[in-house]
């Protein structure tokens, strides 16, 4: 099958189906401007997520995580939706029962206007005190390097996911069934080796989903998914929601 007879196989399944549930990763915001994790320029200042995206690295050394969250807060700021945001916003007004589950903490969704969202990773514009446990929205980019609480004084970390933590389980709860009840799910712009994130594309394949993925790259999904477009989100996923 050729490029747009993929599409328009993907389009028509997308069409007819009540129940939606789309996962989408950093390559959706990527078009927006906000840096991926991995592959080329997903790096930062020689660190991988996985040496800074800890518990154990925010005790080590914080003004190092600190370093990087601000960075990141202050490119976000920048950023402005994309079009493959606004077609899932889109696809949720006209779809009876719809889920959207992101791992991206950058608030680009809700920005778009997706409201049946479930940022599982957290929220970059989120923070949660340290010592009194409080949890609240912070979106100055003139915080000092290690911000304190309003509340209390201790000190602040942001309030997103990282390796070894547990994700919040209601959302996580929510996920799973809006992976097992769904009938086409929609895999966007994630390189799908974050677990569980990434096994929601299973869960939904094996209870009976067509499982869709748009990718720049092949990834660990793209041979077990029922279609696999290649290529950038903000020219394919408008054109399977709103039909080639
Ligand atoms: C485009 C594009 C364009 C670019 N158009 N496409 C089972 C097996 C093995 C390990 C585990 C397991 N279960 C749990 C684990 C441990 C761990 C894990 O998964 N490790 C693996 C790496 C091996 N998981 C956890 O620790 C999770 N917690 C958990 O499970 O708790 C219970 C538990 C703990 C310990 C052991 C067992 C159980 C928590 C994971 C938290 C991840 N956190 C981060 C940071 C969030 C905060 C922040 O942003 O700072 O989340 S890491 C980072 O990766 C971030 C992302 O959400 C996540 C996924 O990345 P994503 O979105 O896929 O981005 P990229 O950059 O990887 O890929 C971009 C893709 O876009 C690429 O494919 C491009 O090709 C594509 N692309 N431009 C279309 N224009
Ligand atoms: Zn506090």
Same mark, same amino acid.
């Given at each position: 099958m050729g490029q747009s007879a993929e599409i328009a196989a993907a389009a028509d399944r997308l069409a007819k189906a009540?129940?939606? !549930?789309?996962? +989408?990763g950093a390559g959706i915001s990527a078009e927006s401007g906000v840096p991926t994790?991995?592959?080329p320029g997903g790096l930062w200042e020689n660190h991988r997520p996985e040496e800074l995206a800890t518990p154990q690295?925010?005790? /080590?050394? @914080?003004?190092?995580? $600190?370093?990087?969250?601000? $960075?990141r807060r202050g490119l976000i700021a920048d950023c402005r939706p994309g079009p493959a945001h606004l077609a899932l916003a889109r696809l949720e007004q006209r779809t009876a029962d719809f889920?959207?589950?992101?791992?991206?903490?950058?608030?680009?969704?809700?920005?778009? =206007?997706?409201?049946?969202?479930?940022?599982?990773?957290?929220?970059? *514009?989120?923070?949660?005190?340290? !010592?009194?446990?409080r949890q609240y929205r912070e979106t100055s980019l003139e915080l @000092? +390097? %290690? @911000?304190?609480?309003?509340?209390?004084? =201790?000190? %602040?970390? #942001?309030?997103?996911? *990282?390796?070894?933590?547990?994700?919040? #389980?209601?959302? %996580?709860?929510? /996920?799973?069934?809006?992976?097992r009840a769904c009938q086409v799910m929609l895999v966007v712009g994630?390189?799908?080796?974050?677990? @569980?994130?990434?096994?929601? !594309?299973?869960?939904a394949k094996e209870a009976g989903a067509v499982v869709i993925e748009i990718n720049l790259e092949p990834t660990p999904h793209s041979g077990q998914v029922d279609l696999s477009l290649r290529g950038r989100a903000g020219r394919l996923l408008p054109a399977v929601v709103d039909g080639p």
């Open positions: 009540e129940r939606v !549930a789309v996962l +989408t994790f991995r592959g690295a925010f005790a /080590a050394d @914080p003004e190092l995580i $600190w370093r990087w969250y601000h $960075w889920t959207l589950i992101t791992q991206n903490v950058d608030g680009l969704h809700a920005a778009a =206007g997706s409201r049946r969202l479930l940022e599982i990773h957290g929220s970059i *514009w989120q923070v949660r005190c340290q !010592a009194c446990g @000092p +390097t %290690l @911000p304190a609480c309003r509340q209390c004084g =201790g000190l %602040l970390r #942001p309030a997103v996911v *990282w390796f070894g933590e547990s994700l919040d #389980p209601e959302l %996580l709860r929510r /996920a799973l069934a809006a992976a994630t390189s799908a080796v974050v677990q @569980p994130a990434a096994g929601l !594309a299973m869960v």
